[in-house]
């Protein structure tokens, strides 16, 4: 078993950060976007951007998902200093928690405060109509992992709070930005499984009944890593589907109709996200 799958230790962290801090030059990120399936756009508008390959990142493995790019983009976004993540790791592809948690991590060594992520996920309330965006308001993690598992890493708090894991004052920002701009925006719970397989119908109803509004597989090892190193979190699900069991009739899901179905979305979601920056 290499380094990567075992997991990123306070080494790997240090000298991953150093390694894009080079990159990076004067550029000090503000905000990181970490970007879901899908939704690669948001990164080819950074401006005066500055591309660094996975590969060249100690620690980074190469992402497996389809529909996710392997390059960390520096730049700006609406003037703000952002850093782009363009493609995650997921625990589904046999990473550990630590290796999904690394990039958030080393956003926080880089001075970012604010971490904003992104995912595709399915939807489980009624009322959803796919696609359409929902702001995060909470999360269930059903993964059964947790990043934080193991010695205190450097920086870190050892019981974090996670009694408000998405920022109330970024998601009220969020909530004005979409009603500005007519950006129809529902607000529910995330609920994160470890995949790879999507669920099925009896586990759907059981998400259902424990709260979740959506369901996909990531986001939440970063926003746990996020928190316990003091960074505001702000979250978007692209709802690309309507879970198994709740359309009605058969239906047979793919990754392939949750990549266009995210594509349809990543327009509005990158107004949304232009709208936010500035007032961050």
């Given amino acids: 078993m290499s380094s990567r799958e075992r997991g990123a230790g306070s080494g790997t962290i240090e000298e991953a950060t150093d390694v894009v801090a080079r990159r990076l030059g004067k550029l000090e990120p503000r905000v990181a976007i970490v970007l879901g399936s899908g939704l690669g756009g948001v990164a080819d508008s950074v ?7 996975y590969r060249e990142i100690p620690g980074f493995p190469e992402p497996g998902a389809p529909g996710h790019k392997g390059d960390l983009v520096g730049g700006t976004l609406e003037g703000v ?5 363009s493609g995650r790791f ?3 592809e046999g990473h550990a928690p630590a290796v999904a948690a690394l990039p958030t991590r080393m956003f926080a060594r880089l001075g970012v405060r604010t971490l904003i992520v992104t995912n595709a996920a399915g939807g489980i309330r009624h009322t959803f109509r796919p696609p ?7 999360h269930i993690n059903l ?8 010695p205190v890493a450097e920086g870190e708090e050892r019981f974090p709070d996670m009694s408000d ?15 500005s701009q007519r950006i129809a925006l529902e607000e529910g719970v995330y609920a994160a499984l470890l995949g790879p397989s999507f669920e ?8 259902a009944r424990l709260g979740a509004d959506a369901v996909g597989m990531s986001t939440v090892p970063e926003v746990i890593a996020g928190r316990a190193r003091g960074l505001s979190c702000l979250g978007f699900s692209s709802i690309t589907n309507v879970a198994a069991g709740l359309s009605g009739s058969p239906q047979q899901l793919s990754h ?6 995210g594509q349809q979305l990543a327009g509005q979601l990158e107004r949304l996200i232009r709208g936010v920056l500035p007032q961050l």
């Fill in 132 to 138: 359409t965006l929902m702001l995060i308001a909470d």
């Fill in 200 to 207: 099925t119908p009896a586990e759907v109803r059981m998400l």
């Fill in 143 to 150: 993964m059964f992992r947790n990043p934080l598992v193991g």
């Fill in 47 to 53: 401006q005066r951007a500055v591309r660094v390959p």
């Fill in 90 to 92: 997921h625990l589904y």
């Fill in 81 to 85: 200093p952002v850093v782009v993540q």
């Fill in 256 to 261: 392939q109709e949750v990549l266009a179905a």
């Fill in 165 to 179: 894991p998405y920022d109330p004052e970024l998601r009220a920002v969020a909530r004005d930005v979409a009603r």
